[in-house]
């Protein structure tokens, strides 16, 4: 079994640049919903063909994304903390 590796690492490197890649055991961020790292299981230049070899193999529960040097990523943003002032009383 493949250890997972990060998203952002497998989208800079040259083995993956411009291609498909189907991941398995992916976790995902909560707030973006964003891939964070995963086992990658096989990759394509042709989706098609990639989701062909997904479908004989059986792999039916991963996620397939592409790969693309230029990924960018949000930042998280600080949660909004409540400023509320106290009503000033005339």
């Known amino acids: ?3 997972p590796q990060p998203w952002l690492d497998l989208c800079r490197s ?3 640049a ?3 890649v189907a991941l398995d055991n ?3 961020d909560q707030e973006t919903r964003q891939p964070l790292e995963g086992d990658v299981v096989d990759a394509d230049v042709d989706l098609a063909t990639l ?3 997904m479908r004989e ?3 039916c529960n991963c996620a397939i994304l592409f790969c ?3 990924v960018q990523v949000e930042e998280r ?3 909004p903390t409540s400023s509320l002032r106290p009503a000033m009383s005339r």
């Open 18 to 20: 411009g291609m498909w």
């Open 68 to 70: 693309d040097e230029e």
């Open 77 to 79: 943003r600080p949660a």
């Open 51 to 53: 989701c062909g070899r």
């Open 26 to 28: 992916c976790r995902f």
């Open 1 to 3: 079994m493949n250890s």
């Open 14 to 16: 040259a083995k993956f």
């Open 57 to 59: 193999t059986g792999r």
